[in-house]
């Protein structure tokens, strides 16, 4: 292992690859750091740019983009009041008071200390349990698998914000996504006797088409209903170091618990970071001596947010790389990268491209470090660049998808699959329909066939996925999932109808 | 007569979709004695799936009351009036997906940013079509360069 690993270093350690991750860092801040851009974006808007490069320097840009975008919220969320992304909702309830008493420097210095630690304390979780889970599920044979897809599909679709429905029709209608086109039997199904859908939809065109024509026409649909423009920003911020030294001293228990939370939630199918920055700043305000001085601009609940928020990206590499299942959308996003490299991430990946995975670990480390020294130099353009117009922002990202999706294979059909899932994207977002799980099931979709009938002709006995005792568990959990979401669902009625 | 909400329109799209699909499943070529599954099984298990939620869905929506709206042509009247900019956007698209081809990226890429930009910045003011331009032709020329020369990839 430290062979490969000392491999990997000297390939990310190399000025090309140095580069790109720098570039990838500065990037993601950017896109964090816009208010209504997110990391997702981000990473769809940078993603064509790796077709033509190596697995390594790919991986290392997305990665780049993915540090970077973590931490980027802290910009906007600090000096406009606004969150750059949903995973740093909580730091503006500390950040921006901190920041209008006078001091954003201190609040900007401490949550990107924050950022860097608890993604450090992610890639050591990482580094720790990825090789664990992969060894263990090297024993999943294609009705564990099977299993397993399933509950992380149902797990996603019962966290789509109390939608359960929406969410299972959500990941269904991903997963029939796949099935259009040849098969694994080189039997053409749905192609409506057009011969550009028999090869079927490339993930890519269709993933940035759903989400990515929703979240920008989105946008610009809130501009239209929030009149009034941005408040006016001082970005002259000076970091006072010694104060911040002191003040993360001061927060070591916070920091590591913080981490791990952003960790552990990061690894699990459906969450991220909004979710870890939720929890994140309950539990620090649970442990702490004073929880009164929470939301009034004290360095805890920055701590909390930013640790908890910047740990999911170590954390959402576990499932990913050792079962091949990712945990949310980046992530898919990433596994996208990954496939398009020819690389199939799960437990074998671990045995098959250790130098890959030796990379990972260290450009989300390198990863770290830049964005420590970016985010303090770079600080009050990224604070002006966060007050880009969305009027400018969604036709220059579109044109961007537009030619991403070109590049893949240089086919003009990939352009309109695009356009189309674009409108298709927009009409659900509009019903209300949770977009993770479609997405989820878009990309697992093609496993997920093959794996339930590499198991049905080892055994054609349906029966056998509950026989098998990981394949009843993962199962059960899935029924469990949905279960629990329309409890959740039925408590959050019930609340709703009392208060009416 | 049925007040047309969002769940509601949403399942019957869905259930309209299911049975297309449905009946192009039977197109699928059927299974043969090395091929016992067929093809057409897990569309159909998904299909299958997607109706009986998009059933559950109507079922749910139907119990909700809905408040009585107006006729569906003049509600989607309004739908599209509050929407024009993002309609207009989705037709630019498209217009530029169909010109790609035929006029080649730099124009096509150049009229949609300067199209698209004057659709949401506006044309009001001499700055905002400083603004307009200047990212128009900045884009269009760094990206042909990072993809043509950078990334060896071929823009049409």
Same mark, same amino acid.
């Given at each position: 292992?430290?062979?490969?690993?000392?491999?990997?270093?000297?390939?990310?350690?190399?000025?090309? $690859?140095?580069?790109?991750?720098?570039?990838?860092?500065?990037?993601?801040?950017?896109?964090?750091?816009?208010?209504?851009?997110?990391?997702?974006?981000?990473?769809?808007?940078?993603?064509?740019?790796?077709?033509?490069? @190596?697995? $390594?320097?790919?991986?290392?840009?997305?990665?780049?983009?993915?540090?970077?975008?973590?931490?980027?919220?802290?910009?906007?969320?600090?000096?406009?009041?606004?969150?750059?992304?949903?995973?740093?909702?909580?730091?503006?309830? @500390?950040?921006?008071?901190?920041?209008?008493?006078?001091?954003?420097?201190?609040?900007?210095?401490?949550?990107?200390?924050?950022?860097? *630690?608890?993604?450090?304390?992610?890639?050591?979780?990482?580094?720790?349990?990825?090789?664990?889970?992969?060894?263990?599920?090297?024993?999943?044979?294609?009705?564990?698998?099977?299993? *397993?897809?399933?509950?992380?599909?149902?797990?996603?679709?019962?966290?789509?914000?109390?939608?359960?429905?929406?969410?299972?029709?959500?990941?269904?209608?991903?997963?029939?996504?796949?099935?259009?086109?040849? =098969?694994? !039997?080189?039997? *053409?199904?749905?192609?409506?006797?057009?011969?550009?859908?028999?090869?079927?939809?490339?993930?890519?065109?269709?993933?940035?088409?759903?989400?990515?024509?929703?979240?920008?026409?989105? !946008?610009?649909?809130?501009?239209? =209903?929030?009149?009034?423009?941005?408040?006016? $920003?001082?970005?002259? &911020?000076?970091?006072?170091?010694?104060?911040?030294?002191?003040?993360?001293?001061?927060?070591?228990?916070?920091?590591?618990?913080?981490?791990?939370?952003?960790?552990?939630?990061?690894?699990?199918?459906?969450?991220?970071?909004?979710?870890?920055?939720?929890?994140?700043?309950?539990?620090?305000?649970?442990?702490?001596?004073?929880?009164?001085?929470?939301?009034?601009?004290?360095?805890?609940?920055?701590?909390?947010?930013?640790?908890?928020?910047?740990?999911?990206?170590?954390?959402?590499?576990?499932?990913?790389?050792?079962?091949?299942?990712?945990?949310?959308?980046?992530?898919?996003?990433?596994?996208?990268?990954?496939?398009?490299?020819?690389?199939?991430?799960?437990?074998?990946?671990?045995?098959?491209?250790?130098?890959?995975?030796?990379?990972?670990?260290?450009?989300?480390? &390198?990863?770290?470090?830049?964005?420590?020294?970016?985010?303090?130099?770079?600080?009050?353009?990224?604070?002006?660049?966060?007050?880009?117009?969305?009027?400018?922002?969604?036709?220059?990202?579109?044109?961007?998808?537009?030619?991403?999706?070109?590049?893949?294979?240089?086919?003009?059909? @990939?352009?309109?699959?695009?356009?189309?899932?674009?409108?298709?994207?927009?009409? *659900?977002?509009?019903?209300?329909?949770?977009?993770?799980?479609?997405?989820?099931?878009?990309?697992?979709? @093609?496993?997920?066939?093959?794996?339930?009938?590499?198991?049905?002709?080892?055994?054609? !006995?349906?029966?056998?996925?509950?026989?098998?005792?990981?394949?009843?568990?993962?199962?059960?959990?899935?029924?469990?999932?949905?279960?629990?979401?329309?409890?959740?669902?039925?408590?959050?009625?019930?609340?709703?109808?009392?208060?009416? | 007569?049925?007040?047309?909400?969002?769940?509601?329109?949403?399942?019957?799209?869905?259930?309209?979709?299911?049975?297309?699909?449905?009946?192009?499943?039977?197109?699928?070529?059927?299974?043969?004695?090395?091929?016992?599954?067929?093809?057409?099984?897990?569309?159909?298990?998904?299909?299958?799936?997607?109706?009986?939620?998009?059933?559950?869905?109507?079922?749910?929506?139907?119990?909700?009351?809905?408040?009585?709206?107006?006729?569906?042509?003049?509600?989607?009247?309004?739908?599209?009036?509050?929407?024009?900019?993002?309609?207009?956007?989705?037709?630019?698209?498209?217009?530029?997906?169909?010109?790609?081809?035929?006029?080649?990226?730099?124009?096509?890429?150049?009229?949609?940013?300067?199209?698209?930009?004057?659709?949401?910045?506006?044309?009001?003011?001499?700055?905002?079509?400083?603004?307009?331009?200047?990212?128009?032709?900045?884009?269009?020329?760094?990206?042909?360069?990072?993809?043509?020369?950078?990334?060896?990839?071929?823009?049409?």
């Amino acid at each position: 292992m430290t062979h490969f690993f000392l491999q990997a270093l000297a390939e990310v350690g190399s000025p090309s $690859v140095l580069g790109l991750i720098i570039v990838g860092v500065l990037f993601g801040i950017i896109g964090g750091s816009i208010p209504g851009f997110t990391v997702t974006m981000a990473i769809l808007v940078v993603f064509p740019f790796t077709f033509a490069m @190596d697995p $390594v320097s790919g991986v290392s840009l997305m990665i780049g983009v993915f540090v970077g975008g973590y931490s980027g919220g802290i910009v906007s969320g600090v000096m406009l009041g606004i969150p750059g992304t949903p995973s740093s909702i909580t730091t503006v309830y @500390d950040g921006y008071p901190m920041a209008q008493r006078g001091e954003p420097g201190r609040a900007l210095g401490i949550g990107i200390v924050a950022s860097f *630690l608890g993604t450090l304390i992610s890639v050591a979780v990482l580094v720790f349990f990825g090789p664990l889970i992969a060894g263990f599920s090297m024993n999943f044979r294609p009705w564990e698998i099977t299993a *397993l897809i399933v509950f992380a599909l149902t797990l996603v679709a019962g966290l789509s914000n109390g939608a359960l429905l929406k969410g299972l029709l959500a990941a269904a209608i991903g997963l029939l996504i796949t099935t259009v086109g040849y =098969d694994r !039997n080189s039997n *053409l199904r749905f192609d409506f006797g057009l011969p550009a859908l028999s090869s079927g939809f490339e993930i890519l065109p269709v993933m940035i088409g759903v989400f990515a024509f929703s979240q920008l026409l989105g !946008n610009i649909e809130k501009l239209r =209903d929030e009149k009034g423009g941005k408040p006016p $920003v001082n970005t002259d &911020v000076a970091i006072p170091y010694r104060r911040i030294l002191k003040d993360m001293g001061a927060q070591k228990l916070n920091t590591l618990r913080s981490s791990l939370i952003g960790s552990l939630i990061g690894a699990l199918p459906g969450t991220g970071g909004t979710v870890a920055n939720f929890v994140s700043y309950d539990q620090a305000r649970k442990f702490s001596r004073e929880p009164e001085t929470f939301g009034k601009g004290t360095p805890s609940g920055i701590v909390a947010s930013e640790a908890s928020n910047s740990a999911v990206a170590g954390g959402a590499f576990v499932p990913t790389l050792a079962l091949g299942i990712p945990g949310d959308l980046p992530m898919a996003i990433m596994m996208g990268v990954l496939i398009l490299h020819g690389i199939t991430p799960g437990p074998l990946m671990f045995e098959q491209n250790p130098v890959l995975v030796g990379a990972i670990y260290v450009s989300l480390m &390198v990863g770290a470090v830049v964005m420590v020294l970016c985010n303090l130099m770079l600080m009050r353009w990224f604070a002006k660049i966060a007050l880009i117009p969305q009027q400018v922002l969604v036709p220059v990202v579109l044109m961007l998808c537009a030619i991403g999706a070109y590049a893949l294979n240089n086919n003009l059909f @990939d352009i309109w699959v695009l356009f189309i899932f674009g409108v298709v994207g927009y009409l *659900l977002w509009k019903a209300e329909m949770p977009l993770t799980p479609l997405i989820l099931g878009v990309v697992l979709g @093609d496993n997920l066939e093959r794996q339930l009938f590499r198991a049905l002709e080892l055994d054609a !006995n349906w029966l056998t996925f509950l026989t098998r005792p990981l394949s009843a568990l993962f199962l059960a959990l899935a029924v469990a999932s949905i279960l629990f979401s329309l409890y959740q669902d039925r408590k959050v009625r019930a609340r709703a109808a009392n208060t009416a | 007569m049925l007040t047309l909400t969002k769940d509601r329109a949403l399942a019957l799209a869905l259930l309209l979709l299911v049975a297309v699909m449905w009946v192009e499943s039977g197109s699928i070529r059927p299974p043969t004695s090395w091929q016992p599954y067929g093809s057409a099984l897990f569309p159909r298990i998904l299909l299958a799936t997607i109706g009986v939620l998009a059933l559950l869905l109507l079922m749910r929506s139907l119990l909700v009351a809905a408040t009585p709206s107006a006729p569906l042509l003049a509600l989607s009247r309004r739908w599209i009036r509050a929407r024009m900019s993002i309609l207009a956007l989705f037709a630019l698209f498209a217009l530029y997906a169909a010109l790609l081809p035929i006029v080649g990226y730099i124009v096509a890429t150049a009229g949609f940013l300067l199209c698209s930009l004057a659709l949401l910045l506006g044309v009001d003011t001499r700055r905002k079509w400083a603004i307009n331009l200047g990212i128009s032709t900045l884009l269009v020329a760094l990206l042909y360069v990072v993809f043509r020369f950078g990334l060896n990839v071929w823009l049409p």
